[in-house]
């Protein structure tokens, strides 16, 4: 299972920082991966990172402003979201895949076994 959290509210140029809590079967290795769906839009890529944390992947319209990590002590993933813009009001979800091996991870949602339950992010303008 997966839990989300940390949305919120932000004026543009704002900062959020996204968690992911896994539980349950977590001894076994899997990538994560986070996407987002604004209103009317299909759920797209945001960014994912494999299970060593040595391969991760970004979004064009996010890169150099949002980081991706992973603490698998914690067994939680993170999402840092900086320069916030409106365009990136959406549900963010995180999910995770057991089958990309150590060193990778899909930046498609089929892959994707598990999915949290989604936090809103919305950034005014």
């Known amino acids: 299972q997966l839990q989300a959290s940390g949305g919120g509210l932000v004026p543009a140029g704002g900062s959020l920082r996204l968690s992911c809590a896994a539980s349950?079967?977590?001894?076994?290795?899997?990538?994560m991966g986070w996407f987002r769906q604004a209103p009317g839009k299909e759920r797209e890529f945001v960014a994912a990172?494999?299970?060593?944390?040595?391969?991760?992947y970004y979004a064009h319209f996010v890169k150099g402003r949002f980081t991706i990590s992973r603490d698998n002590a914690k067994n939680t993933g993170y999402l840092q979201m900086n320069s916030l813009k409106p365009e990136d009001t959406a549900v963010y979800y995180c999910a995770a895949d057991r089958d990309s091996g150590l060193y990778y991870a899909p930046t498609v949602d089929t892959p994707y076994d598990y999915w949290g339950q989604g936090t809103q992010v919305t950034v005014s303008s």
């Open positions: 349950g079967r977590t001894s076994s290795s899997y990538a």
């Open positions: 990172i494999s299970w060593t944390g040595g391969s991760t």
